[in-house]
Protein backbone atom coordinates (compact mmCIF):
# COMPACT_ATOMS: atom_id res chain seq x y z
CA UNK A 1 0.00 0.00 0.00
CA UNK A 2 1.17 3.34 -0.85
CA UNK A 3 2.92 5.37 2.01
CA UNK A 4 2.77 9.72 2.19
CA UNK A 5 6.36 11.07 1.52
CA UNK A 6 6.20 14.66 2.67
CA UNK A 7 7.81 16.95 1.24
CA UNK A 8 9.48 20.31 2.72
CA UNK A 9 12.65 21.25 1.60
CA UNK A 10 15.22 19.91 -1.28
CA UNK A 11 17.37 17.38 -0.17
CA UNK A 12 21.20 16.49 -1.50
CA UNK A 13 20.25 13.18 -2.85
CA UNK A 14 18.32 13.83 -6.48
CA UNK A 15 16.99 10.63 -6.78
CA UNK A 16 15.35 9.77 -3.55
CA UNK A 17 12.26 11.04 -4.07
CA UNK A 18 12.27 9.17 -7.71
CA UNK A 19 12.43 5.94 -5.83
CA UNK A 20 9.75 7.26 -3.30
CA UNK A 21 7.14 7.53 -6.76
CA UNK A 22 8.53 4.29 -8.17
CA UNK A 23 8.09 2.32 -4.77
CA UNK A 24 4.50 2.99 -5.26
CA UNK A 25 4.07 6.30 -2.22
CA UNK A 26 3.16 9.54 -2.64
CA UNK A 27 4.83 12.24 -2.09
CA UNK A 28 2.56 15.60 -0.60
CA UNK A 29 3.84 19.20 -0.24
CA UNK A 30 1.71 21.08 2.38
CA UNK A 31 1.83 23.96 0.77
CA UNK A 32 2.13 24.74 -2.96
CA UNK A 33 5.99 24.88 -3.64
CA UNK A 34 6.34 27.27 -6.42
CA UNK A 35 4.69 30.88 -7.29
CA UNK A 36 1.13 30.48 -7.86
CA UNK A 37 -0.60 34.49 -8.27
CA UNK A 38 -3.56 34.32 -6.05
CA UNK A 39 -5.30 36.67 -9.16
CA UNK A 40 -4.95 33.13 -11.28
CA UNK A 41 -6.29 30.99 -8.38
CA UNK A 42 -9.25 33.60 -8.20
CA UNK A 43 -9.84 33.22 -12.24
CA UNK A 44 -9.77 29.66 -11.68
CA UNK A 45 -12.45 29.63 -8.90
CA UNK A 46 -14.79 31.81 -10.94
CA UNK A 47 -15.14 29.71 -13.91
CA UNK A 48 -18.21 28.01 -14.87
CA UNK A 49 -17.90 24.90 -17.05
CA UNK A 50 -21.33 25.30 -18.70
CA UNK A 51 -24.39 23.60 -17.15
CA UNK A 52 -23.49 20.04 -17.63
CA UNK A 53 -21.40 18.03 -15.19
CA UNK A 54 -20.48 15.14 -17.10
CA UNK A 55 -18.68 17.62 -19.02
CA UNK A 56 -14.91 17.02 -19.89
CA UNK A 57 -11.99 18.62 -17.51
CA UNK A 58 -10.58 21.65 -19.48
CA UNK A 59 -6.93 20.52 -20.88
CA UNK A 60 -4.21 22.13 -21.50
CA UNK A 61 -1.62 20.45 -24.26
CA UNK A 62 1.83 22.09 -23.80
CA UNK A 63 3.30 20.74 -27.45
CA UNK A 64 -0.01 22.78 -29.62
CA UNK A 65 -0.54 26.05 -26.89
CA UNK A 66 -3.58 25.12 -27.19
CA UNK A 67 -6.47 24.65 -24.50
CA UNK A 68 -9.80 22.25 -25.10
CA UNK A 69 -12.79 21.72 -23.69
CA UNK A 70 -13.53 25.31 -22.29
CA UNK A 71 -16.52 26.55 -22.73
CA UNK A 72 -16.89 30.17 -22.97
CA UNK A 73 -18.11 32.90 -25.55
CA UNK A 74 -15.84 35.55 -24.24
CA UNK A 75 -12.48 35.43 -26.12
CA UNK A 76 -10.92 37.28 -23.17
CA UNK A 77 -11.48 34.66 -20.74
CA UNK A 78 -10.20 32.20 -23.33
CA UNK A 79 -7.12 33.43 -23.68
CA UNK A 80 -6.69 33.88 -20.09
CA UNK A 81 -7.25 30.25 -19.48
CA UNK A 82 -4.74 29.09 -21.73
CA UNK A 83 -2.31 31.71 -19.96
CA UNK A 84 -3.01 30.48 -16.46
CA UNK A 85 -2.75 27.25 -17.16
CA UNK A 86 0.44 27.43 -19.65
CA UNK A 87 1.88 29.04 -16.73
CA UNK A 88 0.78 26.65 -14.13
CA UNK A 89 2.59 23.90 -16.48
CA UNK A 90 6.01 26.35 -16.72
CA UNK A 91 6.07 26.51 -13.14
CA UNK A 92 5.33 22.81 -12.19
CA UNK A 93 8.03 21.84 -15.13
CA UNK A 94 10.96 23.97 -13.83
CA UNK A 95 10.61 22.87 -10.00
CA UNK A 96 10.25 18.81 -10.68
CA UNK A 97 13.16 19.45 -12.99
CA UNK A 98 15.09 20.35 -9.63
CA UNK A 99 12.79 17.65 -7.39
CA UNK A 100 12.93 14.93 -9.76
CA UNK A 101 15.79 15.80 -11.46
CA UNK A 102 16.64 12.25 -12.89
CA UNK A 103 13.76 11.96 -14.91
CA UNK A 104 13.72 15.91 -16.55
CA UNK A 105 15.96 15.25 -19.42
CA UNK A 106 13.81 12.18 -20.44
CA UNK A 107 10.33 13.02 -19.95
CA UNK A 108 7.32 13.95 -22.13
CA UNK A 109 4.84 17.30 -21.15
CA UNK A 110 1.40 15.68 -21.35
CA UNK A 111 -1.35 17.72 -20.98
CA UNK A 112 -2.27 19.98 -17.96
CA UNK A 113 -5.80 20.01 -16.54
CA UNK A 114 -8.56 22.04 -14.41
CA UNK A 115 -10.88 20.38 -12.85
CA UNK A 116 -13.70 22.27 -11.92
CA UNK A 117 -16.64 19.89 -11.00
CA UNK A 118 -17.37 18.46 -7.72
CA UNK A 119 -16.20 14.44 -7.91
CA UNK A 120 -18.72 13.21 -5.10
CA UNK A 121 -22.18 12.53 -6.75
CA UNK A 122 -20.40 13.30 -10.76
CA UNK A 123 -22.94 11.52 -13.01
CA UNK A 124 -20.28 10.33 -15.19
CA UNK A 125 -20.32 6.66 -17.08
CA UNK A 126 -18.50 3.94 -15.46
CA UNK A 127 -15.88 4.13 -17.22
CA UNK A 128 -15.07 7.29 -16.78
CA UNK A 129 -16.21 7.60 -13.12
CA UNK A 130 -13.29 9.00 -11.04
CA UNK A 131 -14.76 7.97 -7.95
CA UNK A 132 -13.57 4.07 -8.63
CA UNK A 133 -10.41 2.42 -7.60
CA UNK A 134 -8.10 2.50 -11.36
CA UNK A 135 -4.91 2.44 -12.75
CA UNK A 136 -4.54 4.97 -15.40
CA UNK A 137 -4.32 4.01 -19.23
CA UNK A 138 -4.89 6.36 -22.16
CA UNK A 139 -7.48 4.85 -24.23
CA UNK A 140 -6.49 7.02 -27.45
CA UNK A 141 -2.51 7.98 -26.52
CA UNK A 142 -0.89 4.52 -26.29
CA UNK A 143 2.13 4.92 -24.38
CA UNK A 144 4.35 1.80 -25.40
CA UNK A 145 5.43 1.76 -21.69
CA UNK A 146 6.31 4.67 -20.83
CA UNK A 147 4.78 6.02 -17.53
CA UNK A 148 1.92 8.24 -16.02
CA UNK A 149 3.49 10.53 -13.49
CA UNK A 150 0.97 13.36 -12.28
CA UNK A 151 1.41 16.49 -10.46
CA UNK A 152 -1.70 17.88 -8.51
CA UNK A 153 -3.00 20.93 -6.57
CA UNK A 154 -5.93 21.88 -4.52
CA UNK A 155 -6.70 25.33 -5.45
CA UNK A 156 -10.16 25.26 -3.42
CA UNK A 157 -9.68 28.07 -0.54
CA UNK A 158 -11.79 25.73 1.61
CA UNK A 159 -12.73 22.17 1.04
CA UNK A 160 -9.91 19.10 0.62
CA UNK A 161 -9.51 16.67 -1.93
CA UNK A 162 -10.29 13.15 -0.70
CA UNK A 163 -8.87 10.41 -2.56
CA UNK A 164 -8.71 6.65 -1.66
CA UNK A 165 -5.52 4.65 -2.82
CA UNK A 166 -5.68 0.58 -2.61
CA UNK A 167 -3.15 -2.13 -3.58
CA UNK A 168 -0.22 -1.19 -6.20
CA UNK A 169 -0.05 -2.53 -9.68
CA UNK A 170 2.29 -5.61 -8.85
CA UNK A 171 -0.50 -7.16 -6.34
CA UNK A 172 -3.24 -6.27 -8.87
CA UNK A 173 -1.83 -8.29 -11.84
CA UNK A 174 -0.67 -10.67 -9.01
CA UNK A 175 -4.70 -11.38 -8.35
CA UNK A 176 -6.28 -10.65 -11.38
CA UNK A 177 -3.38 -10.92 -14.47
CA UNK A 178 -3.78 -13.93 -16.67
CA UNK A 179 -7.93 -14.65 -15.49
CA UNK A 180 -10.55 -14.45 -17.64
CA UNK A 181 -11.13 -11.16 -16.06
CA UNK A 182 -8.14 -9.52 -17.45
CA UNK A 183 -6.07 -12.18 -19.65
CA UNK A 184 -2.37 -11.44 -20.79
CA UNK A 185 -2.61 -9.90 -24.53
CA UNK A 186 -0.35 -12.04 -27.21
CA UNK A 187 3.42 -10.94 -27.17
CA UNK A 188 4.20 -8.62 -29.73
CA UNK A 189 4.28 -10.20 -33.03
CA UNK A 190 7.25 -10.15 -35.85
CA UNK A 191 5.27 -11.56 -38.51
CA UNK A 192 4.87 -10.59 -41.94
CA UNK A 193 0.95 -10.02 -41.63
CA UNK A 194 1.51 -7.88 -37.61
CA UNK A 195 4.33 -5.89 -39.96
CA UNK A 196 2.31 -4.99 -43.02
CA UNK A 197 -1.02 -4.34 -40.27
CA UNK A 198 1.10 -1.85 -38.09
CA UNK A 199 2.18 0.13 -41.31
CA UNK A 200 -1.40 0.00 -42.97
CA UNK A 201 -2.64 1.77 -39.45
CA UNK A 202 0.71 4.56 -40.25
CA UNK A 203 -0.68 5.04 -43.59
CA UNK A 204 -4.31 5.91 -42.08
CA UNK A 205 -2.52 8.13 -39.40
CA UNK A 206 -0.51 9.79 -42.04
CA UNK A 207 -3.66 10.74 -43.93
CA UNK A 208 -4.89 12.24 -40.24
CA UNK A 209 -7.61 9.62 -39.03
CA UNK A 210 -7.01 8.75 -35.50
CA UNK A 211 -6.09 5.35 -34.93
CA UNK A 212 -4.30 4.55 -31.70
CA UNK A 213 -1.11 2.37 -32.31
CA UNK A 214 -1.81 0.16 -29.15
CA UNK A 215 0.99 -2.33 -27.80
CA UNK A 216 0.40 -4.95 -26.18
CA UNK A 217 1.13 -3.27 -23.12
CA UNK A 218 -1.02 -0.82 -23.83
CA UNK A 219 -4.29 -3.12 -24.34
CA UNK A 220 -3.49 -4.38 -21.25
CA UNK A 221 -3.36 -1.64 -19.04
CA UNK A 222 -6.53 -0.40 -20.58
CA UNK A 223 -8.00 -3.69 -20.17
CA UNK A 224 -7.05 -3.56 -16.36
CA UNK A 225 -8.41 -0.13 -15.70
CA UNK A 226 -11.65 -0.78 -17.35
CA UNK A 227 -11.83 -4.21 -15.08
CA UNK A 228 -10.91 -2.73 -11.85
CA UNK A 229 -13.97 -0.03 -12.26
CA UNK A 230 -16.60 -2.73 -13.85
CA UNK A 231 -15.41 -4.65 -10.59
CA UNK A 232 -17.76 -4.67 -7.62
CA UNK A 233 -16.85 -7.06 -5.58
CA UNK A 234 -12.88 -5.69 -5.84
CA UNK A 235 -14.25 -1.73 -5.12
CA UNK A 236 -16.66 -3.20 -1.82
CA UNK A 237 -13.96 -5.54 -0.39
CA UNK A 238 -10.60 -4.54 -1.24
CA UNK A 239 -8.21 -3.04 1.26
CA UNK A 240 -8.28 0.96 1.38
CA UNK A 241 -6.40 3.56 2.24
CA UNK A 242 -8.25 7.14 2.88
CA UNK A 243 -6.05 10.26 1.78
CA UNK A 244 -7.07 14.18 2.94
CA UNK A 245 -5.23 16.46 0.49
CA UNK A 246 -5.86 20.34 2.43
CA UNK A 247 -6.12 23.57 0.66
CA UNK A 248 -3.28 24.98 -0.93
CA UNK A 249 -1.24 21.77 -1.37
CA UNK A 250 -0.09 19.60 -3.82
CA UNK A 251 0.59 15.69 -4.15
CA UNK A 252 2.88 13.49 -6.98
CA UNK A 253 2.00 9.70 -7.60
CA UNK A 254 2.92 7.43 -10.72
CA UNK A 255 -1.10 6.79 -11.33
CA UNK A 256 -0.67 3.89 -13.54
CA UNK A 257 0.77 2.12 -10.38
CA UNK A 258 -0.94 3.09 -7.40
CA UNK A 259 -4.79 2.34 -7.56
CA UNK A 260 -6.70 5.47 -6.75
CA UNK A 261 -9.77 7.10 -6.87
CA UNK A 262 -11.34 11.13 -6.09
CA UNK A 263 -14.14 10.75 -3.95
CA UNK A 264 -14.84 14.30 -3.35
CA UNK A 265 -13.39 17.39 -3.94
CA UNK A 266 -13.45 20.36 -6.55
CA UNK A 267 -11.06 22.68 -7.94
CA UNK A 268 -7.75 21.14 -8.92
CA UNK A 269 -5.36 21.58 -11.41
CA UNK A 270 -3.09 18.94 -12.66
CA UNK A 271 0.07 18.17 -15.00
CA UNK A 272 0.71 15.23 -16.56
CA UNK A 273 4.54 13.79 -16.96
CA UNK A 274 5.33 10.42 -19.15
CA UNK A 275 8.38 9.31 -18.32
CA UNK A 276 9.70 6.45 -20.39
CA UNK A 277 11.83 3.37 -19.28
CA UNK A 278 14.81 4.58 -19.82
CA UNK A 279 14.67 7.58 -16.69
CA UNK A 280 13.66 5.38 -14.42
CA UNK A 281 15.37 4.76 -11.36
CA UNK A 282 14.57 0.77 -10.64
CA UNK A 283 12.66 0.08 -14.06
CA UNK A 284 12.24 -3.59 -13.01
CA UNK A 285 9.27 -2.12 -10.62
CA UNK A 286 7.38 -0.35 -13.19
CA UNK A 287 3.97 -1.87 -14.66
CA UNK A 288 5.99 -2.96 -17.87
CA UNK A 289 8.71 -4.79 -16.66
CA UNK A 290 6.28 -6.48 -13.67
CA UNK A 291 3.74 -7.74 -16.68
CA UNK A 292 6.13 -8.99 -18.75
CA UNK A 293 8.00 -11.08 -15.54
CA UNK A 294 4.98 -12.52 -14.78
CA UNK A 295 3.76 -13.05 -18.03
CA UNK A 296 6.70 -13.97 -19.78
CA UNK A 297 5.87 -12.07 -22.71
CA UNK A 298 7.43 -9.10 -24.78
CA UNK A 299 4.58 -6.35 -24.33
CA UNK A 300 6.30 -3.48 -26.68
CA UNK A 301 8.15 -3.23 -29.77
Known amino acids: MARKIVVEGQGT ?5 CRQLEAGNILFFPQVPF ?8 FLLQQRQGGSKTRKNIAYK ?3 DVITNHTTDDPKAAQMMKSVLRGYSARVTQFLSQCLAPYAPHWKHDYASFRPFQEKGRPLRLRARN ?38 FESLIEQFGGTNGVPFPRSVSHSILSHWIRKGKELLRSKGLKIPMRSPYDRFMLHMHNYLKENGEFQKNCPK ?31 TFL ?12 PLAVLERLS ?6
Open 296 to 301: QRNMVR
Open 241 to 271: DAWEFPPNSCWAVFTDQVSHAALSGQYAIEQ
Open 275 to 286: IPQRALINSEKS
Open 62 to 64: PQL
Open 13 to 17: DLSAY
Open 35 to 42: DFPQEEID
Open 131 to 168: DLLHVDAFPTRPLHGDRILRFFTNINPTESRNWITSQP
